[in-house]
């Protein structure tokens, strides 16, 4: 089972920048995509970007053009760059990777994205 640790959340003023880092346990390799997701109080929990194996990249219509996906195979790390901060982007941001077979899942604890106005 990997262990998935973000980092990086924090309190930022709206038009802010945060990048969050997401470390793994053991290597990354073995998914098929890496993802954030992210939750706000009294909301279902949303899907903000993923990044594949063949570098493919999708964003939440909501956070295109200001978040970036990325991920570092060497590090074992997953990271999301969030610029143009806006209050609709406070949350708890989760880490997740994901393969389909053999099935593999597993969750970061997360980390809290304020964004005040």
């Known amino acids: 089972q990997v262990q998935l640790v973000e980092s990086g959340g924090g309190l930022v003023q709206v038009g802010g920048s945060l990048g969050l880092s997401c470390a793994a346990s053991?290597?990354?390799?073995?998914?098929?995509?890496m993802a954030w997701y992210r939750q706000a109080p009294g909301k279902q929990r949303e899907l903000v970007a993923t990044?594949?194996?063949?570098?493919?990249?999708n964003y939440a219509d909501s956070v295109k053009g200001r978040f970036t996906i990325a991920r570092d195979y060497a590090k074992k790390m997953v990271y999301l760059q969030m610029n143009s901060l806006k209050p609709e982007d406070t949350g708890a941001y989760y880490c997740?990777?994901?393969?389909?077979?053999?099935?593999?899942?597993?969750w970061g604890q997360g980390t809290q994205v304020t964004v005040s106005s």
């Open positions: 990044i594949t194996t063949g570098d493919k990249r």
């Open positions: 997740n990777l994901n393969n389909r077979w053999p099935f593999r899942d597993s």
């Open positions: 053991t290597s990354i390799a073995i998914f098929d995509t």
